[in-house]
C-alpha cells in the first residue's frame, strides 16, 4: 500500500511564497510520474501540476504557469511544489497524487491518478 504524506501548508500573505512536499512510502517511488492538485472550499478539484517518472517533462494549469514549480527528489521519495507570487485565488486544499501504472491518459486528469494524500491546506491572505 502507497502513502503520500503532503506538509508544508500554511497562511501566507498574497506575494509570499511556500514550498509544499510530498513524501511517499514505498521502493517504487522513482517508476511513478506524480501530482498536485487542489480543491477551493465549493468547487471542484482541479489540476495544479504533474511531473513525469523521468522528471524531464513537466505539465502545469494555466493559472500558476511561471508561478510554481514542480520537482522531485527519488533518492528522498518526496516530490516538492514550490509557489511564489501566492494569490488569494491559489487558496485551497492541495493534494498530491500518484499517476496510475498504466502511465497513459492525460497528466491534468485525475482519472490517471490512484494514489491520494490527505492533502495540506493554503490560505493566502489578501
Same mark, same amino acid.
Request: hydrophobic share 30%; with cysteine.
Given at each position: 500500500?502507497?502513502? $503520500?504524506?503532503?506538509?508544508?501548508?500554511? $497562511?501566507?500573505?498574497?506575494?509570499?511564497? *511556500? =514550498? $509544499?512536499? !510530498?513524501?511517499?512510502?514505498?521502493?517504487?517511488?522513482?517508476?511513478?510520474?506524480?501530482?498536485?492538485?487542489?480543491?477551493?472550499?465549493?468547487?471542484? =478539484?482541479?489540476?495544479?501540476?504533474? +511531473?513525469?517518472?523521468?522528471?524531464?517533462?513537466?505539465?502545469?494549469?494555466?493559472?500558476?504557469?511561471? =508561478?510554481?514549480? +514542480?520537482?522531485?527528489?527519488?533518492?528522498?521519495?518526496?516530490?516538492? *511544489?514550490?509557489? /511564489? /507570487?501566492?494569490?488569494?485565488?491559489?487558496?485551497?486544499?492541495?493534494? !498530491?497524487? =500518484?499517476?496510475?501504472?498504466?502511465?497513459?491518459?492525460?497528466?491534468? /486528469?485525475?482519472?490517471?491518478?490512484?494514489?491520494?494524500?490527505?492533502?495540506?491546506?493554503?490560505?493566502?491572505? /489578501?
Amino acid at each position: 500500500q502507497v502513502q $503520500l504524506v503532503e506538509s508544508g501548508g500554511g $497562511l501566507v500573505q498574497a506575494g509570499g511564497s *511556500l =514550498r $509544499l512536499s !510530498c513524501a511517499a512510502s514505498g521502493r517504487t517511488f522513482s517508476y511513478y510520474g506524480m501530482g498536485w492538485f487542489r480543491q477551493a472550499p465549493g468547487k471542484e =478539484r482541479e489540476f495544479v501540476a504533474a +511531473i513525469s517518472w523521468s522528471g524531464s517533462n513537466t505539465y502545469y494549469a494555466d493559472s500558476v504557469k511561471g =508561478r510554481f514549480t +514542480i520537482s522531485r527528489d527519488d533518492a528522498k521519495n518526496t516530490m516538492y *511544489l514550490q509557489m /511564489s /507570487s501566492l494569490k488569494p485565488e491559489d487558496t485551497a486544499v492541495y493534494y !498530491c497524487t =500518484r499517476r496510475r501504472a498504466s502511465n497513459s491518459g492525460s497528466y491534468y /486528469s485525475s482519472h490517471q491518478y490512484d494514489y491520494w494524500g490527505q492533502g495540506t491546506q493554503v490560505t493566502v491572505s /489578501s
